[in-house]
């Protein structure tokens, strides 16, 4: 049977799971504003896209991080300390994105909006860039010491092979975003998003095949999980293919799908290629923190259990049933700013 430390470990995987698919195309929607909007209304329009949601989706990262902080409290110690800097800029682009989504309608002014959109977009760009740049270090390991104590400088952090990862995550939410676009606007704009998003598949697939190169010879994970590992990667480049296809045949909720299922298999590599470790020492693998050394009492797990079981079914269905009140499409002629 399951113990509830691995429980705990794939509901944390579920709940970053679930934070990049749903919170994966709000980022790329934000990104679109300034790549795709041409004027004004449209950056409205896509703004309202997302406007009932963006603020629910990133409760899974808070999630992620509290069900962190309980179950595997040394975990979240080492990597919310050995972490400070990269997290407190996406915690700050976070701030500017979610103040510019409801400061920049009041005002009639150029400067004022232009300002508040260059903070959507480097709040839609900074968070899914850096929260790549922490997971693919994770895998590539870093330098922790058998105190669980990590001292990691500033390439051990930003290399070319966490860069990459990054712009890989970066795009693949811009794709996310442009398709979920084609599913909450109309006419030229719905285009436009479907044309873009088709043209992005190719550089998309070339950061990811550089990403999984990259990560066979420079980390361990395929000779811990190889076999699952390639399986994932193959049902990853069936999904990959068939939103491409989708795209062509304009069958935008399949191939929003498939964008997803792309995000969704991609996190679920990592925490494959991780388990049973949650973060891997640089220095020497006896000091690698796992789900047994840096979990909470066997106590404390059943009671978060518990309370998970019984809070999530009511939490699940409200955010299902806010995206089904607000499933129509979002046109031009409509002024709500949020």
Do not use: E
């Given at each position: 049977m399951i113990s509830l430390n691995e429980l705990w470990f794939v509901l944390i995987?579920?709940?970053?799971?679930?934070?990049f698919f749903l919170e994966g195309f709000d980022f790329g929607v934000g990104m679109e504003t300034q790549i795709l909007a041409k004027n004004d209304t449209e950056r409205r329009v896509l703004i309202n896209s997302i406007g009932p949601f963006w603020d629910g989706n990133e409760v899974w990262l808070i999630t992620a991080a509290g069900a962190m902080f309980a179950a595997f409290p040394e975990w979240y110690a080492t990597l919310f300390s050995g972490f400070y800097i990269p997290f407190v800029f996406a915690l700050?682009?976070?701030?500017?994105?979610g103040v510019a989504f409801e400061f920049r309608g009041k005002r009639d002014s150029l400067a004022w909006k232009r300002t508040w959109d260059a903070c959507i977009f480097i709040g839609s760009f900074l968070p899914p860039f850096l929260l790549?740049?922490?997971f693919a270090s994770f895998i590539k390991g870093l330098p922790i010491d058998g105190d669980m104590q990590m001292y990691a400088g500033f390439t051990d952090i930003v290399n070319v092979y966490t860069v990459v990862a990054g712009l890989t995550v970066v795009l693949l939410c811009l794709?996310?975003?442009?398709?979920?676009?084609?599913?909450?606007?109309v006419g030229d704009l719905q285009a436009r998003a479907r044309k873009l998003a088709q043209r992005l598949l190719?550089?998309?697939?070339?950061?990811?095949?550089?990403?999984?190169?990259?990560t066979y010879n420079m980390t361990d994970i395929f000779e811990q999980r190889g076999t699952i590992l390639m399986i994932i990667v193959a049902l990853g480049v069936i999904a990959f293919v068939l939103s491409g296809y989708f795209m062509t045949k304009k069958k935008d909720g399949y191939a929003f799908g498939m964008t997803g299922a792309v995000m969704a298999l991609s996190v679920t590599s990592i925490f494959v290629g991780l388990?049973?470790?949650?973060?891997i020492s640089s220095i020497d693998q006896a000091f690698n923190l796992t789900i047994t050394n840096a979990a909470s009492g066997h106590y404390s797990l059943k009671v978060m259990t518990i309370v998970a079981l019984t809070i999530l079914p009511f939490v699940l269905g409200y955010q299902i049933w806010s995206y089904f009140v607000f499933h129509k499409r979002v046109h031009e002629k409509e002024h709500l700013e949020y």
């Open positions: 995987a579920v709940l970053f799971i679930g934070f700050l682009a976070l701030i500017a994105r790549a740049v922490v794709v996310h975003g442009l398709m979920f676009t084609t599913l909450r606007t190719i550089p998309l697939a070339a950061l990811f095949t550089a990403f999984v190169i990259m388990f049973p470790r949650v973060m």
